[in-house]
């Protein structure tokens, strides 16, 4: 089944270091989003990609870092420069159409 | 002010009921419109995708725009226990996959009992 696959579901961190999220997507689709998703605020953009080896800092990308070497991965790193990192985070991919946008499961990273 | 608004509830009927959920927004370069359902700790998954003003349907499931109010709605039909969850409204100025930033509201929390 196609889909997207975030690793791990949950992840703890100690302050101070940096940590990175997987997403690996099998739906041959061009573009990937990382979201984050805080109680009472809704999901805010954090970096996209369209293309292999292009990517551009979403609303809010400080303390944050991607890379984007093939067109299935997209991993994010959370560095120690993140102020408040405990968050739910959500990566997503679309197609350049109106079939939407296909999320993954999320990871729950917890500071501590 | 929020570029997209949305009542956080939560909202509590009962089974078989009809249901409205409910988005404003400002930006009047929204042209794409979207309702996600997301269950509790898993990811968002799309419901519907519309495109400009007007209606559309799938099952038991409405989607109205109307860009001259700046206002969307999805509407659930006979609800079921199973349609429990926080429904996501989202928009853009383009379609999925450009540059296109996707502005999403807060989220509804719903709960249909039995």
């Known amino acids: 089944d196609g889909g997207i696959t975030q690793s791990p579901k949950y992840l703890f961190r100690k302050e101070g270091q940096n940590v990175t999220l997987s997403c690996e997507q099998n739906l041959n689709h061009d573009a990937m989003y990382w979201y984050r998703q805080d109680p009472g605020q809704g999901l805010r953009l954090i970096y996209y990609?369209?293309?292999?080896?292009?990517?551009q800092k979403g609303d809010i990308a400080e303390g944050y870092s991607v890379s984007r070497e093939k067109k299935e991965s997209f991993p994010l790193t959370v560095t120690s420069a993140q102020k408040n990192p405990t968050a739910f985070y959500l990566c997503?991919?679309?197609?350049?159409?109106?079939?939407?946008?296909?999320f993954g499961s999320g990871t729950r990273l917890t500071v501590v | 002010q929020k570029e997209v608004e949305q009542d956080p509830g939560p909202l509590s009927v009962p089974e078989g009921a009809i249901v409205s959920l409910n988005c404003t927004y400002s930006?009047?370069?929204?042209?794409?419109f979207m309702w996600y359902r997301q269950y509790s700790r898993k990811g968002p998954e799309l419901l519907m995708y519309?495109?400009?003003?007007g209606n559309k349907e799938d099952g038991r499931f409405t989607a109205q725009v109307d860009k001259s109010s700046k206002y969307i709605s999805l509407f659930i039909r006979d609800s079921q226990p199973s349609d429990s969850a926080t429904y996501l409204c989202?928009?853009?100025?383009?379609?999925?996959?450009?540059?296109?930033?996707?502005?999403f509201g807060t989220g509804t929390r719903l709960q249909v009992t039995l």
């Open positions: 989202a928009m853009s100025r383009g379609p999925a996959g450009t540059a296109s930033k996707l502005t």
């Open positions: 930006n009047s370069a929204f042209q794409y």
């Open positions: 519309t495109y400009s003003s």
């Open positions: 990609s369209q293309i292999v080896n292009d990517f």
């Open positions: 997503a991919s679309s197609m350049r159409d109106l079939n939407g946008y296909t």
